[in-house]
């Protein structure tokens, strides 16, 4: 079989024969569909990435047979990317020097639901552990709005927040992520177990350094949930108010997400449902808290156009409110029209409604904003991950600068580097990635400083301190 990445010169035809009884796909249409992931989001990612591709996928059922893959790559020297549901944004599961793609999706299935949380293999989709913990009363603290093709493993080592986030703070805040275990890859791969502050070594490493098998994650009490959607005439109100709802200690809300009118347009599932050329504010919150949110959100001048129990939601045929936020909400504009991007954006906090109404009209007509809430450290933030109409890299440049000029951090969505989204600052991950896996055969690629400093100790690459 030759190299369908034309980057490696392995012999994939005896690699294949080496991974019995694991299972492979050797179609090459079908390998090239796994060495995709959403980084067509971004224009600049899309033209870097779009030729890369693995030669082979692995598709090991158990721990054993995973660490058997392991073992056969590190014997073949070959480049191993992890994948799960393949629906990174930033060319995470992208095999940068071809080789091998692991697809992590058969090895699945919720192992121990506790009181408070819940252990699942790593290539398990987060709604199957939502479905799983229902019985128990329980549901996950946060999770993703692709929770029905997203795996755990993938949202662990590649994501950091989402549904549930504005209650439970981000995956990384302490008690949310309880455990892992990782792989190494070695001549005999190691399991390691990763417990408490130690999994932020590999969380969000974008599985350059270890392979997880498993992770225990905090669960929360199950609450019903109601959908609502309320509109409002200015989009600092809606802001306002999602704020106050953030806050409010008789609101218990999962999700608070607001979305320009402009963005609105592209929401065809909602025309008809909610009032047209309005801002939002896409809410979820517990039923016995609806008295409070309608008080709120009419003393803040919204109209509330849409609360809806999961089967009064179904029974109308829309889709979730979770559909309308993170970057879903990105995934409707993109749907119509792919010269939308998006850009990943901090705020000021505490949040301030007075200094995005000053921001609006400095970013220019090209850049629609979308705030997302989420409770960091303990404190209320937003992020916006506003859609940009992509012109120029140079113009993306500009819009960037004028949002740091502001004072509002750009955490940039357009980098294939691990290091480029502000959450792996310092050397700590490398360390980790040579002791994991010392011949750098997970993803390299992918971190800008790799190259410069894998013939260290680990002890000598985490000393290095701070990489920005
Ligand atoms: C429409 C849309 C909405 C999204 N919303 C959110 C959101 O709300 N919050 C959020 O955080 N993200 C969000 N994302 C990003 C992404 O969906 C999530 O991070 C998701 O959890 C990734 O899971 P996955 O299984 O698809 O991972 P993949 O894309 O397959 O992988 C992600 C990264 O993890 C690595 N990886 C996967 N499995 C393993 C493993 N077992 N061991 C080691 N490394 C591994 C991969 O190599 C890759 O670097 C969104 C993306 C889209 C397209």
Redesign the pocket.
């Known amino acids: 079989m030759t190299s369908i990445s034309g980057k490696t010169d392995i012999d994939w035809t005896a690699f294949a024969a080496d991974l019995a009884p694991v299972e492979t796909i050797t179609e090459p249409v079908l390998i090239k569909k796994r060495s995709r992931?959403?980084f067509w989001?971004s224009p600049i990612l899309n033209a870097a990435l779009k030729r890369c591709f693995g030669d082979l996928v692995a598709r090991p059922k158990t721990p054993e047979e995973m660490a058997h893959t392991l073992a056969v790559a590190y014997a073949h020297d070959a480049p191993v990317?992890?994948?799960?549901?393949?629906?990174?944004?930033y060319g995470?599961?992208v095999p940068m020097a071809g080789g091998l793609i692991i697809d992590?999706t058969a090895m699945a299935g919720v192992t121990e639901i506790g009181d408070g949380q819940v252990t699942a293999l790593?290539?398990t989709l987060?709604a199957d552990i939502n479905a799983a913990l229902a019985p128990s009363g329980q549901e996950m603290a946060m999770f993703?709005?692709?929770q029905d093709?997203?795996?755990i493993?993938?949202?662990v080592?590649?994501?950091?927040?989402?549904?549930g986030s504005v209650a439970n703070g981000a995956?990384r805040d302490p008690g949310n992520l309880i455990a892992l275990t990782?792989l190494s890859v070695e001549e005999m791969p190691r399991a390691r177990v990763f417990e408490g502050e130690d999994t932020l070594h590999?969380h969000h490493a974008?599985?350059l350094n270890?392979?997880?098998?498993d992770v225990t994650l905090r669960t929360v009490p199950k609450r019903d949930w109601v959908g609502c959607i309320v509109t409002f005439d200015a989009y600092e109100t809606a802001y306002a108010a999602g704020h106050a709802i953030a806050l409010a200690e008789d609101i218990a809300a999962k999700l608070v997400t607001t979305v320009d009118a402009r963005i609105c347009a592209y929401f065809p599932k909602l025309e008809g449902h909610i009032r047209a050329g309005k801002h939002l504010l896409v809410s979820m919150i517990p039923a016995e808290d609806r008295a409070a949110f309608e008080a709120l959100t009419q003393g803040h001048g919204g109209q509330i156009d849409l609360m809806l129990t999961d089967a009064e939601r179904r029974a109308l045929g829309l889709p979730h409110v979770f559909d309308f936020?993170?970057?879903?909400t990105?995934?409707q504009v993109l749907k119509a029209d792919r010269s939308a991007t998006y850009q990943q954006v901090g705020c000021p906090v505490p949040p301030d409604p007075a200094a995005i109404a000053a921001l609006r009209p400095k970013l220019g007509d090209d850049v629609w904003m979308h705030h997302e809430f989420a409770r960091v450290g303990g404190d209320i933030v937003t992020f916006d991950l506003p859609i940009i109409w992509f012109t120029s890299p140079e113009r993306l440049a500009e819009i960037n600068d004028t949002y740091e000029a502001n004072g509002f951090p750009v955490y940039d969505a357009h980098t294939w580097n691990v290091e480029g989204g502000g959450l792996k600052a310092d050397y700590t991950h490398l360390a980790w990635k040579k002791r994991m896996d010392p011949k750098g055969l997970l993803?390299s690629p992918?971190s800008r400083f790799w190259d410069a400093v894998k013939h260290l100790s680990p002890e000598d690459i985490a000393a290095k301190g701070d990489a920005t």
């Open positions: 992931d959403f989001y990317v992890v994948r799960g549901g393949g629906t990174g944004n995470q599961a992590t790593a290539g987060m993703p709005s692709t093709i997203a795996t493993g993938g949202f080592a590649g994501g950091s927040a989402g549904i995956l990782a590999i974008w599985g270890g392979v997880i098998t936020s993170y970057n879903h990105t995934l993803n992918k």
